[in-house]
T-cell receptor, first 114, second 114 residues
Framework: DGGITQSPKYLFRKEGQNVTLSCEQN?????MYWYRQDPGQGLRLIYY???????QKGDIAEGYSVSREKKESFPLTVTSAQKNPTAFYLC?????????????FGDGTRLSIL | AQSVAQPEDQVNVAEGNPLTVKCTYS??????LFWYVQYPNRGLQFLLK??????LVKGSYGFEAEFNKSQTSFHLKKPSALVSDSALYFC????????????FGTGTRLTVIP
């Protein structure tokens, strides 16, 4: 079945450490997205990519980095510069044709601080 | 700038009763509107969308939504609630710049009481 796979499901970060969250899709979608979800705040866009080797900052990109070397993959690195990384991170993808296609989501990675 | 508002953090409804989850939007042009549902520790699942056409949109799991241009609303409805409908519901509006990004509301937690 086609879908989006995020790993790991749970992740713990030590002080000063960078961690990378994986996101893989087999839907042949051009666009991919990373969101951060905090209680009561909905979803906030971190980074997005509309095509391989290109990505754009979202609303809360500081302290995060991404790469898009393959169409299927869009990993997110939470750097030590992100001082409040504890959150639920969601990856999504969508087809770009027509601009009215829904985004499909993975099941998320929950990041906590040790 | 576009935005959506979900005025109720929590909605409680008895099983078998009709349910409504409210959403209002603000966009400069024609809106592309979406509803998603999230179960605990899972990603978001697409329910339905309004792009153009009929103001009553039918979606997954018996849900429907009514687009009202004069009231700038897009309320989610279901004629008869099930306990399994208990979840977090998000309304979203598409970015008007062409990037296909979504702006999400803060979510409404629906609890269906047996």
């Amino acid at each position: 079945d086609g879908g989006i796979t995020q790993s790991p499901k749970y992740l713990f970060r030590k002080e000063g450490q960078n961690v990378t969250l994986s996101c893989e899709q087999n839907l042949n979608h051009d666009a991919m997205y990373w969101y951060r979800q905090d209680p009561g705040q909905g979803l906030r866009l971190i980074y997005y990519s509309q095509i391989v080797n290109d990505f754009q900052k979202g609303d809360i990109a500081e302290g995060y980095s991404v790469s898009r070397e393959k169409k299927e993959s869009f990993p997110l690195t939470v750097t030590s510069a992100q001082k409040n990384p504890t959150a639920f991170y969601l990856c999504a993808s969508s087809a770009m044709q027509g601009g009215n296609q829904p985004q499909h989501f993975g099941d998320g990675t929950r990041l906590s601080i040790l | 700038a576009q935005s959506v508002a979900q005025p109720e953090d929590q909605v409680n409804v008895a099983e078998g009763n009709p349910l409504t989850v409210k959403c209002t939007y603000s966009v400069s042009g024609n809106p592309y509107l979406f509803w998603y549902v999230q179960y605990p520790n899972r990603g978001l699942q697409f329910l339905l969308k309004y792009i153009t056409g009929d103001n009553l949109v039918k979606g997954s799991y018996g849900f429907e939504a009514e687009f009202n241009k004069s009231q700038t609303s897009f309320h989610l409805k279901k004629p008869s609630a099930l306990v399994s409908d208990s979840a977090l519901y998000f309304c979203a509006v598409r970015d008007q710049t062409g990037a296909n990004n979504l702006f999400f509301g803060t979510g409404t937690r629906l609890t269906v009481i047996p």
